[in-house]
């Protein structure tokens, strides 16, 4: 079946760096765009980035622009989010997602379960 | 504070029905489809309605979505106490390049 497992968090000083890695698996990688969004704890869900089924538009949330880098690797059908100089406010549960449109939608089916980033000194 | 706007939290009695807005711009609602999401406590958020107003599969009929120029609306009807969570509603940005979601409407079924 579809499914999409996230990996890579954890605990993290502020200024360090860390990458996540998302799985996907049970469909063709290439046809889909994907995504990648955070909700902090007790908060709402907020977008963080995507990457076209082209593997070469990618757009982010303009807060995150210069700090978060999102790829993907079509050999492995695995997504990936290189997180740089993390701050405090960074602390979320990342979800990778699947947007059947490509990438420019904000439809998003499946979510994996999600990774915890913790960002503290 | 978040593109799309939603009423923080929602009520009604089990059996009965309830709407849940979304309203945004031309830029995002007004030109782009709308998708809905369910999120229980502790567990990821869920497809409900996607292309403004279609169903996944598995979806129950008892969920339902419109839109109407730059706002949404989720429907909920025969209110269940299993339907307790918190919906998101999200449509792509084309000003931005970006998703854009609300901030949420946690459901409480009295």
């Known amino acids: 079946q579809v ?4 990996s890579g968090g954890g605990v993290v000083r502020p200024g360090r760096s860390l990458r996540l ?15 990648w969004i955070r909700q902090a704890p ?17 757009f982010y949330a303009e807060a995150l622009k210069g700090r978060f880098i999102i ?28 947007d059947p449109r490509g ?11 999600g990774t915890l980033v913790t960002v503290s000194s | 504070q978040s ?9 009604a009695a089990p059996r009965q029905k309830v709407t849940i807005s979304c309203s945004g711009s031309n830029s995002n609602i007004g030109n782009n489809y709308v998708s809905w999401y ?3 406590p502790g567990t990821a958020p869920k497809l409900l309605i996607y292309d403004n107003n279609k169903r ?10 419109s839109k109407s120029g730059t706002s949404a609306t989720l429907g909920i009807t025969g209110l269940q106490t299993g339907d307790e969570a918190d919906y998101f509603c999200a449509a792509w940005d084309a000003s931005l390049s970006a998703v854009a979601f609300g901030g949420g409407t946690k459901l409480t079924v009295l």
């Open chain 1, 3 to 6: 499914r999409l497992v996230e």
């Open chain 1, 21 to 35: 890695s998302c799985a996907a698996s049970g469909f063709s990688f290439d046809n889909y765009g994907m995504h």
């Open chain 1, 42 to 58: 007790g908060k709402g869900l907020e977008w963080v980035a995507v990457i076209w089924l082209d593997g070469k538009n990618k």
């Open chain 1, 71 to 98: 790829s993907r690797d079509s050999s492995k059908s695995m997504v990936y989010l290189q997180m740089n100089s993390l701050r405090v406010e960074d602390t979320a549960v990342y979800y990778c997602a699947r």
């Open chain 1, 103 to 113: 990438g420019n939608s904000g439809e998003f089916d499946p979510w994996g379960q």
């Open chain 2, 3 to 11: 593109v799309l706007t939603q009423p923080p939290s929602v009520s």
């Open chain 2, 38 to 40: 369910q999120q229980f």
């Open chain 2, 56 to 65: 996944p599969s598995g979806i129950p009929d008892r969920f339902s979505g």
